[in-house]
């Protein structure tokens, strides 16, 4: 069974720092783009942080600057460090990856649980 299972989250201070991960198992995701969405209460779940089979970033604008997405293929785990931390971060963090299951294109998405982030001003 595949199942994402992120870490890391927590309550810090503006201005402040965590590093979030998310650790694959069932299924090895070295060839696949991974996401880091979030979803504060009240608003749609918003696409943060990505990163591609062959380490291509790509940040929301609100992010960038301050958020490094990375991965470890050899851990199977992708990794949010996330610096100078606002209030306005304040979410649930969810790790998202899809396989591509035909040659017709069906995928099968994949989502972690998530994890809390609270920034506190």
């Known amino acids: 069974q595949v199942q994402l299972m992120e870490s890391g989250g927590g309550l810090v201070q503006a201005g402040g720092s965590l590093r979030l991960s998310c650790a694959a198992s069932g299924r090895r995701f070295s060839s696949n783009n991974v996401d880091w969405y979030r979803q504060a209460p009240g608003k749609q779940r918003e696409l943060v942080a990505s990163?591609?089979?062959?380490?291509?970033?790509d940040y929301v604008d609100s992010v960038k600057g301050r958020f490094t997405i990375s991965r470890d293929n050899a851990k199977n785990t992708v990794y949010l460090q996330m610096n100078s931390l606002k209030p306005e971060d304040t979410a649930v963090y969810y790790c998202?990856?899809?396989?591509?299951?035909?040659?017709?294109?069906?995928?099968?998405?994949?989502w972690g649980q998530g994890t809390q982030v609270t920034v506190s001003s």
């Open positions: 990163i591609t089979n062959d380490f291509n970033t």
């Open positions: 998202h990856a899809y396989v591509i299951v035909n040659v017709e294109g069906a995928r099968v998405d994949y």
